[in-house]
């Protein structure tokens, strides 16, 4: 027979069941293609990036992509060089921008098509709580840097380049690079 105690125990194991079947579905499908590697970022945050970046700085006439000139690979690296309070914090940022979008688009950030992905951003950063739309001008701010101080992007928008021809990266630039090649196996 049927009593409260075993209903209420049977309801919130498929509540807990269900909860965690979700939470694991939308764990699942991240992947970043071979020779993009994640060191600042987890594999996860990275495939997020990737599709911030896709979004927002596409492949325009006279202009390169910025998974091309690998912009997602230099947040990585930013995120990487930063002090750990600071990198759990663009982390986290990354991970709310993937979910947000859920409940108004239907799907996370990284899954929307990417005219539907540039929609959820703009309606982040316009009319989402505040915190969300900082977030997400953070990023927005960082793609567009590491897009536009590519040499490829120069000759596009009229910019004949640095007045100091021989650049000189900072340290954590060049180890950054070092175990990047490392890590790909270079």
Known sequence: MLNRRTLLFGLGGALV??????????????????????????????AIVRAIVEALCPEEEGLPGGLA???????????????????????SAIS????????RFGSR????????????????????PRVVGQAANA?????GLFWYTRDETWAAIGYDGPWVK???????????????AERRGA
């Not at 990023?139 to 793609?143: E, I, T």
Request: hydrophobic content about 50%.
């Open 109 to 128: 950030l990284s899954r929307l098509p990417v005219d539907r992905r540039v929609e959820a951003f703009e309606w982040m950063l316009a009319r989402a």
């Open 166 to 180: 021989t650049p000189r990266p900072p340290p954590s630039s060049v180890a950054y690079a070092a175990l990047l």
């Open 17 to 46: 069941l269900g909860c965690a079947g979700a939470a694991g579905r939308l764990s699942m499908g991240y992947a970043v293609p071979a020779g993009d590697v994640p060191l600042g970022l987890s594999a996860r945050e990275l």
């Open 96 to 103: 709310a921008l993937e979910l947000i979008p859920l409940a």
């Open 139 to 143: 990023l927005k701010q960082m793609c």
């Open 69 to 91: 000139l690998g912009v997602h690979q230099r947040i990585d690296e930013e995120v990487w060089s930063m002090p750990a309070d600071l990198a759990d914090d663009v982390r």
